[in-house]
């Protein structure tokens, strides 16, 4: 599907919150199945859990467990799930890349500690592209890794810096439906867009709290239409660009009590009082969001790791030709009908 000519922004109101504390402890990731399935990485101290969730907030049960067995997590970072829904995870303790079905049944590693080629210093973020290669942030050797699904490896970009296609510590990385690589360079405050093999594009962001800056971004996504959205962690929200890197807006929470949640409420007499006593708005706002997707539906879904939740928020755009779309003008004024 061919990206829009132009679009007609009308909204992007917020959906749902999924998820509760006794269920999402910490997620720190999540990646989305067939049929409204979710898969949840939740990771704390003695904590490395996948919590099968569903788009009506049911929770489907959890597998994981901490340790340092080959079928086992430490400090799991990403979540992906190929077209099978296998789930692969990358452990940054470990310094390789695990995968499961999407029972729990382990299937498999690859990877090992170092700095050659393969080999893994803190791997965090990972994504599939079209052909389900993997593209791994080697984040403590701040570089790129490319895999196939078994392991194989296939290339390398990156070195140690702030120039263009320089990292330091980067994060989380994202493959666009044209095969371009979008990468959270998080100690740089920026994001880094390369071609499918490496080669630098743009890049943009710098440090700080305006529109347009970041404080340590953690996650990049980018949905059908070419919009980027950043996991600007360090400022507790989700920020929205255009394809050509201009800002456009933000999200800093507005969630509600999930619906798992409120069915735990009614029969806990004691955390209905806290709350009844407890001022509303600053429960609303993201905390210490740490990972983001979209949808092909254009569904957001932002992990509000501090509050132990996703929040999800729906895309209203409206997709236009070049007649009902003016040429670029020198000067922006919205007026308000």
């Known amino acids: 599907m061919a990206r829009p000519y132009g679009l007609l922004r009308a909204g992007f109101p917020y959906l749902k919150s999924l998820g509760m504390r ?4 910490y997620p720190v990731d999540l990646t989305l199945g067939a049929e409204g399935r979710i898969y949840i990485l939740n990771r704390q101290q003695d904590l490395a859990q996948i919590r099968k969730y569903s788009f009506d907030d049911e929770d489907l049960g959890n597998f994981g467990t901490v340790g340092d067995g080959e079928d086992e997590l430490q400090w799991p970072v990403s979540i992906i799930a190929d077209s099978e829904e296998n789930l692969f995870i990358s452990d940054e303790s470990h310094h390789r890349i695990s995968s499961f079905d999407k029972e729990g049944e382990f299937l498999g590693t690859f990877g090992e500690y170092g700095s050659g080629e393969g080999q893994l210093n803190r791997p965090a973020g990972i994504v599939f592209d079209a052909d389900e290669n993997i593209y791994v942030v080697d984040s403590k050797n701040h570089r ?3 895999f196939t699904k078994d392991g194989k490896f296939l290339l390398e970009w990156g070195s140690h810096g702030d120039g263009d296609g320089e990292f330091d510590l980067p994060w989380g990385i994202t493959v666009d439906e044209l095969g371009d690589v979008y990468v959270a360079d998080w100690r740089n405050d920026r994001v880094q867009k390369f071609t499918t093999d490496g080669e630098f594009v743009m890049k943009f962001g710098k440090s700080g709290s305006a529109n347009g800056e970041f404080n340590r971004p953690t996650d990049v996504a980018v949905d059908l239409d070419g919009d980027i ?10 920020q929205l660009f255009n394809a050509e890197a201009r800002y456009v807006d933000k999200f800093i929470g507005d969630a509600t009590l999930s619906k798992i949640g409120r069915e735990y409420m009614m029969t806990n007499a004691s955390p209905n009082r806290i709350r009844d006593m407890a001022v509303l708005e600053p429960q609303k706002r993201l905390r210490q969001p740490r990972s983001i997707a979209v949808d092909s539906d254009m569904r957001l879904y932002i992990t509000d790791t501090g509050s132990y939740r996703i929040q999800v928020y729906q895309k209203e755009a409206i997709h236009l030709n070049s007649q009902q779309f003016a040429p670029p003008m020198r000067s922006v004024t919205l007026h308000q009908e």
């Open 22 to 25: 006794r269920l999402t402890n």
């Open 144 to 146: 790129v890794q490319k």
């Open 229 to 238: 959205y950043v996991c600007d962690r360090g400022n507790n929200r989700v």
